[in-house]
Every structure is written in C-alpha cells, then in structure tokens.
C-alpha cells in the first residue's frame, strides 16, 4: 500500500509538471503570436466598429470605420461624409478590440494612398485636406505616385493648383 501511494504521487507530481510545462508554452505561442501582429489587421478586423483616431497636428477623427488598408483608413463621419487617414500619420487608435484580421490578399495589399485619392479624383468631390501646417478646401485634380494635386480657392474650377506630397497629407474629409 505504502508503495502505490508513493509511485501514486510520483506520477501526480509528473502530471503537475507537464501541466505546468504545457501552460507555459502556451504562455510563449500567445506572446509569440501577439508579436506578429501589426495594427493594420487590427483594424480590417474593426471594420464596422466606431473608432477615434488621433491624427499627427490635427484634431482626432471619430466615426466608423469602412475600410482599411496599409496605407489608409477610411471613416464614415457622418451620413455622406468620410475621412480619408494615411496610416504613417497615426498617432493613436482607440475602439479596437483584440481581434486579427487574415493577412490581406495579393490585390488588397497593393491599393495604396494613390488609388483612395484618385477614387475622389474621380468623383470630383469636394474635399477638406488638413496637411502638415496647413488646410486646404477644394477638389483632388491630379494624383502622381507620392503627391496629390488640388484645385483651392474661391473658383475651385481653374482655381490654384496645389501639390501636396503623401508624407504631408493628415486627413482628406470629404464636404
């Protein structure tokens, strides 16, 4: 009797260490995992979900979000209108819970800030740009590959033409 308790509790205190072990490595996937993921899945996981985002020098955008890419974020801040976030001026996100998106496909990867900016180009629409010390309201005319052209003034038609490179541009609301 004094022997199968002996070789009983041996192998209970086996079993606490495997236990033990196995919670540990669990422990290190999860970290390992948490590690891997980068804020952009977070946030095609948040897609739906009202957000604030804190912006480089401008005031903090609130709305739901409606689509994000590597590159971009766009926001419904109200029944027409959006706001069009480059991802490098982030400061903050909150709102987001901890769930991860799949990694995007081939195509979703590549839509970058040029082919959100030419869509308004394309619709003509009137825009609000707040860039790094200045705003501007007027039309997006031409997008090159790192710099939005826009029509500004009283005469948006013909009006004068502004260049703004991408790494300027903060958010770019419609009106």
């Known amino acids: 009797m004094r022997w199968e308790q002996l ?3 041996l192998e209970g205190q086996v079993r606490a260490v ?3 072990d196995a919670r ?3 422990a290190e996937l999860v970290r390992a995992e948490r590690a891997s993921v980068h804020l952009v899945d ?3 996981a948040a897609v739906g979900r009202p957000l604030r985002v804190e912006v480089d020098g401008v005031d903090p955008v609130q709305g739901v979000l409606v689509d994000a890419t590597g590159e971009w974020l766009l926001l419904a801040t109200g029944a027409a209108r959006r706001a ?3 991802t490098a001026s982030l400061l903050a996100v909150s709102g987001l819970d901890p769930h991860v998106a799949p990694a995007a496909g081939v195509v979703e990867s590549r839509i970058g ?3 959100a900016l030419r869509a308004l180009a394309r619709d003509r ?3 609000r740009v707040d860039a790094v010390g200045a705003v501007w309201r007027g039309r997006v005319e031409r997008v090159g590959a790192d710099h939005v052209d826009l029509s500004v003034g009283e005469e948006v038609r013909g009006g004068v033409p502004v260049a703004v490179p991408f790494t300027a541009l903060r958010v770019v609301s419609t009106l």
Request: net charge positive; proline share 5%; charged share 25%.
């Open 7 to 9: 070789f009983g509790d």
């Open 42 to 44: 977070r946030l095609r």
């Open 125 to 127: 629409a009137a825009v």
């Open 18 to 20: 495997r236990v033990a």
């Open 24 to 26: 540990a490595d669990v």
């Open 113 to 115: 800030l040029g082919h």
């Open 84 to 86: 069009l976030v480059p």
